[in-house]
T-cell receptor
Framework: GENVEQHPSTLSVQEGDSAVIKCTYSDSASNYFPWYKQELGKRPQLIIDIRSNVGEKKDQRIAVTLNKTAKHFSLHITETQPEDSAVYFCAARLTFGKGTLLTVNP | DSGVTQTPKHLITATGQRVTLRCSPRSGDLSVYWYQQSLDQGLQFLIHYYNGEERAKGNILERFSAQQFPDLHSELNLSSLELGDSALYFC????????????FGNGTRLTVT
């Protein structure tokens, strides 16, 4: 089955800085890579996704990059704001990474 | 609101008991997924149904079972409950099979005492 590794497990940044979260996957057949944000006590919600025929995708302050050869993909958040504080999960197929707790300090 | 409805929101029961968690997917979605989230843990995949058929199984215990009914709602049955089964159980739905975004319900918080 698929195995997804996510790093770092915690990330603390100052407001306005950038944050990068990285994931690797094992199954070369995987072709869809979503990122979910889970605020405390709430359900996970999709924030951005990328398919294997695309190398990069942007949505305002959020971007995702994919390197199929190396089997890794990354989430980039620029100009971070306190409301970006949450747990972020990457996924491949049905498998989720263990999550990254992002804290944005005002 | 994701459109995915999970009931009940909270469930408190004793060890050895059996419970049923219910999920109604978004209108039009054919796939239903069940995930378990324990304290400080990620989202552990349990099982996936597509249009009534089981499509994939994850780390689902033999004490757990699920099904998707003709109206596409799904139930997750947990039996012989143990303290370690205490967790937040999420249901998610998606329009098609793999490769489409998951829409999560608000979860059922199960506490086994």
């Amino acid at each position: 089955g698929e195995n997804v590794e996510q790093h770092p497990s915690t990330l603390s940044v100052q407001e306005g800085d950038s944050a990068v979260i990285k994931c690797t996957y094992s199954d070369s057949a995987s072709n869809y890579f979503p990122w979910y944000k889970q605020e405390l006590g709430k359900r996970p919600q999709l924030i951005i996704d990328i398919r294997s025929n695309v190398g990069e995708k942007k949505d305002q302050r959020i971007a995702v990059t994919l390197n199929k050869t190396a089997k890794h993909f990354s989430l980039h958040i620029t100009e971070t704001q306190p409301e970006d504080s949450a747990v972020y999960f990457c996924a491949a197929r049905l498998t989720f990474g263990k999550g990254t707790l992002l804290t944005v300090n005002p | 609101d994701s459109g995915v409805t999970q009931t009940p929101k909270h469930l408190i029961t004793a060890t050895g008991q059996r419970v049923t968690l219910r999920c109604s997917p978004r209108s039009g979605d054919l796939s239903v997924y069940w995930y378990q989230q324990s304290l400080d843990q990620g989202l552990q995949f349990l099982i996936h149904y597509y249009n009534g058929e089981e499509r994939a199984k994850g780390n689902i215990l033999e004490r757990f079972s699920a099904q998707q009914f003709p109206d596409l709602h799904s139930e997750l049955n947990l039996s012989s409950l143990e303290l370690g089964d205490s967790a937040l159980y999420f249901c998610a739905s998606s329009a098609l099979d793999l490769g489409t975004p998951l829409h999560f319900g608000n979860g059922t918080r199960l506490t086994v005492t």
